[in-house]
């Protein structure tokens, strides 16, 4: 068996090219991970913690409370800054918008106003319109 041709059938020619897209490229993902970073940020804070007291660094799991949460936040940003808001509200979009949602982009909005971040809010308050509609 020649294998050169028979891998040489399996690629792509130019008329059998398709755009693929990514999961983690979709809108439905980002907000989707943004909505899960944040409801879960006390949970993930919580592993951490006990984690760190199980290798004896008991000092270290004392400072994570307040760092933990800054990189939830930030993670979540990372996700949610990136979503092209497209009218009309994308129906894969609709089953993400609960109160859960609007919860997490409130706290996320409470959070940066506190470090005077004034840009993320607005982007922030931006979102949280874009679903109101």
Request: include cysteine.
């Amino acid at each position: 068996m020649n294998l050169d041709s028979f891998f040489g059938s399996l690629k792509d020619t130019s008329s059998q090219k398709k755009q693929r897209v990514s999961l983690e490229d979709t809108d439905l993902y980002k907000v989707g991970m943004f909505k899960k970073i944040i409801c879960n940020m006390d949970v993930y804070k919580s592993r951490m913690i006990s984690f760190l007291k199980n290798l004896g660094m008991e000092d270290e799991s004392r400072d994570f409370d307040k760092s933990g949460e800054h990189l939830c936040y930030v993670r979540a940003y990372s996700y949610i800054k990136t979503v092209t808001l497209q009218s009309p509200l994308d129906t894969s979009l609709e089953s993400l918008y609960d109160e859960n949602l609007i919860q997490a982009l409130s706290k996320c909005t409470l959070y940066y106003e506190k470090l005077e971040e004034y840009e993320k809010c607005a982007l922030l308050k931006k979102v949280l319109d874009y679903f109101e509609k």
